[in-house]
């Protein structure tokens, strides 16, 4: 079988574009069968079809290159020159890139201010309690992908004053709040963005409390364990690396009660 390129209709040809890319049809648009070396010599169609030469790979193999990546003929090709970089001043470097606010991951400290209710010793009894803890949120804080969620461990090391109230002795303990919510940040600006969510919550407390009866005073520990919903709405706000929110939330659990919260947290 004769050759795709006879000699007749043949000629020698130099690569004068490093990475020249050889295309299945004459055609940009047609896929690249592969590249070729500068310098390289290789047999062409000595007719051109538009902007494209006939060119030969391999026995067997024929692609179609640019007029513009060959010159007809056997040369020398210098090396390309490298330029000498001038290093360049501080006004000229470019500023590095920084994501949208609703875009970053964060991770820093909460406080929350709660209305903690619950049942206990006859009736409902709430009391505004402080909470410390640490807060996560943003894209791909614990799921991969476009979920942009939040986390929280929030901790109160004391009783609500309830206790001491009623029972007129002191009352120690601790209560340990654990929530994720699916959130959604809208409107959104460059550093400031407005969110709601919603998720699970778990809650888990215990108190120390002393209980007169009679002329005897009776110790016993209250644990208490539940699990339920938690809502929030809020506000942040970005400074630099550095984001700064304000929300509200409402827990929805064997009873219901809100709370504000306060947070820093620092871009990770």
Known sequence: ??????????????????????????DFDAPVIGTVKR?????????????????????GTVGWIADTDVKPGVHRVAAPKKEKMKPLSDAEKPEPKVKPFFASRF????????????ETIGGSQ???????????????????????TESNLIFSPSAPKYYEDITGRSAGGFIFIADFLFQTPTPRGKNAMTYYGF????????????VPDGTRTLNYSAVDMTVGAVFNFGLGFRIQRVSLRLDAKYYWERTQYYGFGANAGLDF
Do not use: C
């Open 1 to 26: 079988m004769a050759s795709p390129l006879a000699h007749a209709q043949s000629q020698q040809a130099t690569i004068v574009n490093d990475g020249a890319m050889v295309y299945q049809n004459d």
């Open 39 to 59: 310098g390289a010599v290789y047999s062409i169609s000595s007719g051109k079809k538009g902007p494209f030469y006939k060119i030969r790979l391999k026995p």
């Open 107 to 118: 991770r820093g400290i909460t406080y929350d201010h709660i209305y903690f209710t619950e």
């Open 126 to 148: 709430s009391e505004y309690m402080g909470f410390l803890g640490v807060k996560f949120y943003g894209f791909n804080t614990l799921f991969d992908g476009e979920i942009y």
């Open 199 to 210: 998720g699970p919550m778990f809650r888990y407390s215990q108190f120390n409390l002393e």
